[in-house]
């Protein structure tokens, strides 16, 4: 079975650095996307960045410039390079890939628990 576990996660400082990891594992035939989600209570779900096989990378205007995602396509992982980090960066970020679990099957994506992430003073 697919699972995606992050790490990373923790409470730092405003101004502060954090880098977010990501490893999926389990029956996959192939992997297309791999990214980042966030959640704050109280506001939806807002993607923070995603990167596709194919080389496309997309951020969110609010982390453009702060954040970095990079991928190890040989060990299936993500990360998410976070500085600067600002108090409206806090929330639940979750890992998440869409993948082929077969060769036959559908496209499918997958979350990962997610990982606290707490900017404060």
């Known amino acids: 079975q697919v699972q995606l576990v992050e790490s990373g996660g923790g409470l730092v400082q405003p101004g502060g650095s954090l880098r977010l990891s990501c490893a999926a594992s389990g029956t996959i035939f192939s992997i297309h996307a791999m990214g980042w989600y966030r959640q704050a209570p109280g506001k939806e779900r807002e993607l923070v960045a995603a990167?596709?096989?194919?080389?496309?990378?997309v951020y969110a205007d609010s982390v453009k410039g702060r954040f970095t995602i990079s991928r190890d396509n040989a060990k299936r992982m993500v990360f998410l390079q976070m500085n600067s980090l600002k108090p409206e960066d806090t929330a639940v970020y979750y890992c998440?890939?869409?993948?082929?679990?077969?060769?036959?099957?559908?496209?499918?994506?997958?979350w990962g628990q997610g990982t606290q992430v707490t900017v404060s003073s």
């Open positions: 990167s596709a096989s194919g080389g496309e990378i």
């Open positions: 998440t890939s869409s993948l082929y679990p077969t060769t036959r099957g559908p496209l499918q994506m997958f």
